[in-house]
């Protein structure tokens, strides 16, 4: 099907840490489709980041194939994977990890850079993006400056610059309080409203309320792949 | 909040067609993130490029201060006269030491000054025997501790010291013995206050004499004061001034200066002024000599073998201190590495490849290096100027410049090689995941 963004068939992902192997995902098997907002969700160490960082293209699978976009991303090599990382995949993180030193809008503008995109160009769609999570008059801020829910818009316009097909978010409100929490869940729905296929990780049942599809993971398997009404999002 | 601002809409699998798009980091995107990288910490950036600072300056400072002194001294002994030979007493040193005067009893009588001048008239431009003695020069009440040389007219152009004012004594003054001087800088400047004293009277010890012309100013620099000094004929000098040094039953010079014609000359000349005295003193054993014959030519080698070697010793401790500053480069960058190893993982999951991260550090390295060759470079530049409170201008190579600050660019690039390559190499996850 030419409209699935990504594809996963039997991963299989063991770490080996010293002589110790241990297999964080035992055979996944995994369809997501253009649009679609989806949570992972699973008891801690149950392999949703392990998940999460195959996806991502961070990290490859032990076993299985990978299929990103319609195109097999298995055995891609590290530039390759660096290149697609870049153009198709935007990463969300618990603890935000903007870099400390550049201001808001040089780290909007990270993504951008490693495209080669020239520096007036970058400049612009930066700060169109800050200005997309309400942050444009913060653009020359340090991101010790600003709060959490703050740093984490960052993170979002930051995924987001490069314009991927992809949005991957692991544990998003990990770090924020529910308030805020809600505030970043209503910016995932509103730009799934747009197009962009997002997928959260999370641990937190509140928060899988806000997608329609909702994949559980336990012990490295799925464990179950269900569809309900969202919530709608909370506006503030 | 700002709903009604979010982004248009946009079909997720629609070909991105971005300019630029797989040209990857452009190198002015690299430079600044290293610029940003280094400013993000200025003391720990300044301590890293220390050792290339230090290093560079001190290239710059000593190789500057050392072929100015060389400049100096050359020019001084080239002011001595050109294609100069000097006949001195005492037995030969080797290692051009020339410049030692006084010391061994005077061996070198007129008879010697005679066979000299009749030696090669066709090979020898000059002949200037002299003798001097440290005498108290007085003008009124006003005195000063003057040197008089007793010397020939030929000394004049022999060693290059022409006369500022009026003229030098001439033949016929030796020969009539008469009374007349030549007196240097200052004691015009002291005795007469700047006024031109050709034809005015003049004390040296109990004699008095009436000066002739006046040396220009030499400057107060080189070897005695030669602003001090007084010329008179060196017949006239010993009969009034010296105590009649004597060998045997002959007057004795304390040394002969001998002009040659041709400068390709000036060795073979050397050679058989040695084999002609050696005769008249009857001495064969060239061991047992009681004289000797020095090469202007063979002092400037031998300062010129001096510099070459302290140039040498500089370049050695250059090149040490900048491997040092190389090593204080790479280690604080390890340590760079260490700690930004989260940026790394965050950068890498946005898209940068190894080579961008490799280029990303290397090229902090070598901004580090020749930001610090550069300082280096100043420091260096301003540290050779303080030379000039001890009379020595600086003289700066642009080759050694060039070298000094190719070598620190190199040094970033070498020893930031690891560091970065590391770096490089670092995996994504487990740098994210890095605490
Ligand atoms: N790099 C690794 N090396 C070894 N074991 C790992 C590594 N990463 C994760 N694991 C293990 O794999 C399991 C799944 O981890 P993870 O995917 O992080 O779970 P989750 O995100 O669901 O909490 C855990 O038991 C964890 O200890
Ligand atoms: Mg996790």
Redesign the pocket.
Same mark, same amino acid.
């Given at each position: 099907m030419s409209d699935l963004v990504l594809s996963l068939r039997a991963v299989e992902k063991t770490?080996l840490?010293g002589d110790v192997e241990?297999q964080?995902l035992r055979g996944v098997d995994l369809d997501v489709r253009a649009g679609e907002m989806l949570a992972l969700m699973?008891p %801690?160490? %149950?392999?949703?980041?392990?998940?999460m960082q195959i996806i991502g293209l961070l990290d490859r699978p032990t076993e299985g194939t990978y299929l990103l976009g319609g195109r097999d991303v298995t055995d891609l090599t590290e530039n390759e994977r660096a290149e697609a990382r870049n153009r198709e995949i935007g990463f969300v993180f618990q603890a935000f990890h903007l870099l400390p030193r550049l201001d808001l809008l040089e780290n909007v503008e990270v993504p951008l850079t490693y495209a080669g995109i020239p520096a007036y160009e970058r400049r612009e769609r930066a700060l169109e993006m800050l200005d997309r999570v309400g942050l444009a008059s913060k653009a020359r801020n340090l991101p010790s400056q600003i709060s959490g829910g703050q740093k984490q818009r960052v993170a979002v316009a930051r995924a987001l610059a490069g314009r991927p097909r992809l949005l991957l978010a692991d544990e998003p409100t990990g770090n924020l309080d529910t308030r805020t929490s809600e505030e970043i869940m209503a910016l995932f729905t509103e730009l799934n409203g747009e197009g962009t296929t997002v997928v959260i $990780?999370t641990h937190e049942p509140d928060i899988a309320e806000y997608t329609r599809r909702v994949v559980r $993971?336990r012990d490295g398997l799925v464990e179950s792949d269900t569809t309900h009404t969202p919530r709608a999002g909370v506006r503030t | 909040m700002t709903a009604e601002r979010l982004p248009a809409a946009q079909t997720p699998d629609e070909e991105e067609t971005l300019p630029g798009r797989r040209g990857g980091l452009d190198f002015l995107g690299t430079l600044t993130i290293a610029w940003r990288a280094i400013l993000g910490s200025p003391l720990r950036s300044v301590l890293t490029a220390l050792g290339v600072i230090i290093g560079v300056a001190a290239v710059i400072a000593l190789t500057a201060i050392g072929s100015g002194s060389t400049a100096g001294i050359t020019k001084s002994l080239e002011s001595l006269g050109t294609n100069l030979l000097t006949v001195q007493s005492g037995a030969p040193r080797f290692g051009g030491g020339g410049l030692v005067r006084g010391g061994p009893q005077q061996t070198i009588t007129m008879k010697d000054v005679e066979a000299i001048g009749t030696f090669a008239p066709n090979r020898i431009a000059g002949v200037a025997p002299s003798s001097q003695s440290n005498v108290q020069a007085k003008v009124g009440s006003s005195n000063l501790q003057a040197t008089v040389i007793g010397t020939w007219p030929a000394y004049e152009t022999v060693r290059n010291s022409p006369v500022a004012t009026g003229s030098f004594f001439t033949q016929d003054d030796v020969d009539g013995r008469k009374r007349v001087a030549v007196v240097g800088y200052q004691i015009v400047t002291d005795l007469f206050d700047g006024q031109d004293p050709v034809g005015q009277k003049i004390r040296l010890g109990n004699v008095s004499f009436t000066i002739v012309g006046t040396l220009p100013d030499k400057g107060n620099t080189g070897f005695g004061n030669p602003n001090a000094q007084v010329l008179v004929p060196l017949s006239t000098f010993q009969q009034r001034l010296s105590r009649g040094a004597r060998s045997g039953t002959s007057v004795t010079v304390s040394n002969v200066y001998v002009q040659a014609t041709d400068k390709d000359d000036l060795t073979n000349l050397q050679n058989d002024l040695t084999d002609l005295l050696a005769r008249q003193h009857r001495i064969e054993d060239a061991s047992s000599y009681d004289f000797n014959v020095q090469n202007q030519a063979d002092a400037l080698a031998s300062l010129n073998a001096t510099t070459q070697t302290l140039t040498l010793l500089v370049g050695a401790i250059a090149g040490i201190s900048l491997v040092v500053g190389g090593i204080g480069i790479m280690n604080i960058m390890l340590v760079s590495v260490t700690e930004r190893t989260r940026e790394i993982g965050v950068r890498k999951a946005l898209g940068a490849k190894p080579r961008d991260i490799l280029t990303q550090f290397l090229v902090e390295a070598s901004l580090l290096s020749v930001g610090g060759g550069l300082v280096g470079l100043a420091l260096g530049v301003g540290c050779a100027y303080l030379g000039t409170l001890v009379n020595i201008t600086p003289v700066f190579s642009p080759a050694t410049i060039l070298v000094a600050f190719a070598f620190s660019a190199l040094v970033g690039i070498f020893f930031g090689y690891y560091p970065a390559s590391r770096a490089a190499r670092l995996d994504p996850?487990?740098s994210l995941?890095y605490e």
């Open positions: 770490y840490t241990f964080a699973g %801690s160490g %149950s392999g949703k980041t392990t998940l $990780v $993971v | 996850v487990d995941r």
